[in-house]
């Protein structure tokens, strides 16, 4: 009898923004999560919960007869804790979803390993639709990556492969694009609070500022004082700032960069 | 008979991009651009062929008789201007589009004057709708602030009275939310790009960025290596960014200001 792809059963090392969405997109597609291990107890059982699993909060008590497991860790963590949770299970799949960690880190740990990147940025508190957010594998082997890509497609329409290399510039990239992005949101929040204003009124103005980079290049898009180089504006935004030294910098820093970035 | 506010005709002194999304809005919405003003008679001419008004390269040559002027220029180019353009115009109702001008740079020149700011951004190759831009108004009379208001309803649902000091910190609020933010795209975009990545894939997570905040608070939204303060990861994106020192000074700046951002 065939072994359709969502028989495949998962472990989940990690309980955290990325592993909750995972685990949960996988739920919902009819994989079965046999179990789910964090540190922490009230993450680990409120995760099992969401996804009909077992869990535990001992790397040493995880399941032995998982097809796949899914570590997704802080990565600091990542390297030391490799070596327990896989002794005793070295004939399964083991991926992680992490951006900046290569592959070869599984490397004499295990036989059948890979990678297994979302490209998003995950919250607990908000579901996330995988069907268009980029998933970047990377298997040991043809048949491994062939099959990840399979799981891969069960959740989303844009499946790649990538290798190590390419997946840490992803993520640098995101960083970008998505951290630092958000901060700057958190920043202007901060300036408007301070003066009372509700920061509902930038929503257009962000929602906007993303919808352009669709249609145009983001050098295309890009507007404002730094820009026209309108020293005008710029010193009187200064002065602004000056019971703000953080945000004095990092504005005198990225009107600098946007105004080197438009030369040559 | 009763007048009906689209029969006040306006002179768009500026043709940039804001001024060319302006004085389509109005066009579409009934009122008659009278005439169109730039140094540049190019972009003069492409704006007042789109809303089928009389163009000028002359400030001196502006209408007479128009209801309303429009000025929407460079801020440095503003100030000095206005005394030329107002001269035997005195008798209209003037405003400016910019966020960090206070109100009072009227004084003297003409005697009903005020503000009229859309907070958005505004590029002259992507259309906007202008039903949910903020619009904040400013008149230097009651009755001005009053009519300023109605004009501003036919476009916006959402239109607030802001006084001068109010305006300056949302613009300054608006260069973090989007100037700065569409820059961290810029960058992320190049990245990418040194790596032969497309941009598109950094699409979904931008979008997701910019939706996240419309549930949770920009500092609820964050996450990434700089909030973890994962230093391996921190390190080895600092070494990838290594032959890009002003993408390394932007990285750790913001890296550091992402980590203080979240202490009390």
């Not at 929503?203 to 890009?222: F, G, N, W, Y």
């Not at 004082?225 to 200064?238: F, G, K, Q, S, T």
Request: proline share 4%; hydrophobic share 40%; with cysteine.
């Amino acid at each position: 009898m065939k072994r359709s792809i969502e028989d495949t059963s998962i472990v989940f090392i990690g309980a955290g923004n990325l592993a909750t969405n995972l685990a949960k997109a996988f739920y919902r597609k009819g994989f079965r999560i046999a179990q789910v291990y964090s540190r922490t107890e009230a993450s680990a059982k409120a995760l099992a919960q969401l996804v009909e699993a077992d869990y535990t909060t001992d790397l040493s008590a995880l399941k032995h007869h998982a097809r796949m497991y899914v570590v997704a860790l802080k990565d600091s963590a990542l390297s030391q804790l490799l070596p327990i949770m896989t002794s005793g299970r070295e004939q399964a799949l083991w991926v992680h979803t992490a951006g900046s960690v290569p592959m070869e880190v599984w490397n004499g740990l295990v036989e059948r390993y890979g990678v297994f990147y979302p490209l998003q940025t995950f919250s607990k508190q908000r579901e996330v639709d995988f069907k268009e957010i980029p998933i970047f594998v990377e298997g040991c082997a043809p048949e491994v990556t062939a099959f990840l890509k399979e799981v891969a497609a069960t959740l989303s329409k844009k499946v790649y492969e990538a290798d190590s290399s390419q997946r840490e510039r992803l993520h640098l990239a995101a960083v970008f694009a998505c951290n630092f992005t958000n901060h700057m949101y958190a920043l202007a929040a901060r300036l408007l609070e301070h003066n009372h204003l509700p920061f509902n009124v930038l929503l257009p103005l962000i929602d906007e500022t993303a919808r352009k980079v669709h249609e145009l290049s983001p050098c295309e898009a890009q507007t404002g004082p730094a820009l026209r180089y309108d020293e005008n504006v710029i010193n009187h935004h200064l002065q602004l700032l000056a019971d703000e030294p953080r945000l004095q910098e990092v504005y005198r820093l990225l009107s600098r960069s946007i105004h080197e970035e438009k030369q040559p």
